[in-house]
């Protein structure tokens, strides 16, 4: 693996962004999860007062026991009813030591007086949406700069909603998947591809491809492939949304959150919207859904086969047919720096570009 340095993308080692941790349903339980991002380690539970989603820092300031270690033997856990969640706070399973949602200790049970000030831990933005919860990493500490993940077809009862297929980790730097976004050239070797338009634009904090084609991979029982209309957008440096229309209309999400330097793990989930264009999803549309999800992940897994096996792509060998990739680079860089230093990067990489010889999806003006 290659670290952040070796891809010399700025200051920081990981990027500024909301980043999926965990699906919500691991949540169902009245234990914390262990989880570990950004290089450190959190303790994320589900607070039993209020169901409240809360993610710390996982080291006790005390003597620095992890907080949501699995632990099983303590009185702490045992006398909790199998957990040291207590309220929408937790308990230390070593001393007993309980820290609010706030990160703040609000008690030691074998203490009289004041709680010094520093026996806190760092509390962090999340949100629970999509099925999934959501945090806010910042290296500057700032307040987030867009908002979380949302979907209006979440809420629409004609879709399916979608199951995480958790893809495990990849000892990749995230920069080799930031690549695919503006990747024309693997569509046909890789995923059996017809590309017909192709187009990227960067925007802001989205990085967009356009594009539409026969495909081989994500086609009906009878093997037909329609004409599969993608409008993929990065809202950000670890969340990709693509709109489908083809087979059926979808909505493919791709998360990806670094875990240290150089690794990171990967989820995938398709919403799909009814097969029987009825206006509640029935039971027969979520199994025709499923299977439809299940060929975009073997879609993706084209994809993911080949990173788990290449070499770190710190110098490329572009051609202007393969797409833009140094454009896309030099948007990636925007979240490893500070954000006063955004602006100098847009200026070098927002636009429409379109690789050699392919027809541009929209009637914009385009540049090559």
């Not at 996982?58 to 856990?77: D, E, G, Q, R």
């Not at 949304?241 to 398709?270: E, F, N, Q, R």
Request: hydrophobic share 35%; proline share 8%.
């Amino acid at each position: 693996m290659a670290t952040t340095k070796e891809y010399r993308l700025g200051e920081f080692t990981f990027p500024r962004g909301w980043f999926m941790i965990a699906e919500a349903s691991e949540l169902d339980t009245h234990k914390p999860l262990s989880v570990r991002f950004f290089g450190q380690d959190f303790a994320l539970y589900r607070g039993r007062e209020t169901g409240k989603v809360v993610l710390l820092d996982a080291y006790c300031p005390h003597m620095k026991t992890h907080l949501a270690a699995p632990n099983n033997t303590s009185y702490v856990v045992i006398d909790g009813g199998g957990s040291n969640v207590d309220g929408d706070g937790i308990r230390c399973p070593y001393h007993g030591w309980r820290f609010g949602a706030d990160g703040k200790c609000n008690h030691i049970p074998y203490h009289e007086g004041p709680i010094p000030a520093a026996a806190s831990v760092k509390s962090w933005p999340v949100v629970e949406h999509l099925g999934a919860i959501w945090v806010w990493y910042d290296p500057e500490g700032g307040a987030p700069e867009w908002d979380h993940p949302t979907l209006k077809e979440w809420d629409d009862p004609a879709w399916v909603h979608w199951k995480f297929d958790h893809l495990g980790m990849l000892n990749q730097h995230p920069q080799e998947v930031i690549d695919n976004i503006c990747d024309y050239g693997h569509l046909s070797p890789i995923h059996g591809s017809t590309v017909q338009k192709y187009e990227n634009e960067f925007k802001g904090h989205h990085a967009i491809q356009r594009q539409c084609g026969p495909h081989r991979t994500l086609v009906g029982e009878n093997g037909v492939s329609p004409i599969l209309h993608t409008i993929t957008i990065y809202h950000g440096p670890g969340v990709l949304i693509s709109h489908l229309t083809g087979l059926y209309d979808a909505v493919l999400m791709i998360t990806h959150t670094p875990v240290d330097d150089g690794s990171l793990k990967v989820w995938h989930a398709l919403l799909v919207k009814s097969p029987s264009n009825s206006p509640v999803a029935t039971h027969p549309d979520m199994i025709a859904a499923r299977q439809f999800q299940e060929a975009s992940r073997l879609a993706f897994a084209q994809d993911f086969e080949v990173w788990t096996n290449k070499a770190p792509c710190l110098n490329g060998l572009f051609i202007p047919s393969d797409g833009p990739f140094m454009k896309a680079r030099i948007w990636y860089k925007q979240f490893y720096n500070p954000r006063a230093k955004k602006q100098e990067y847009l200026e070098q990489c927002e636009g429409y570009y379109v690789p050699k010889g392919i027809a541009p999806y929209t009637e914009a003006e385009a540049v090559t």
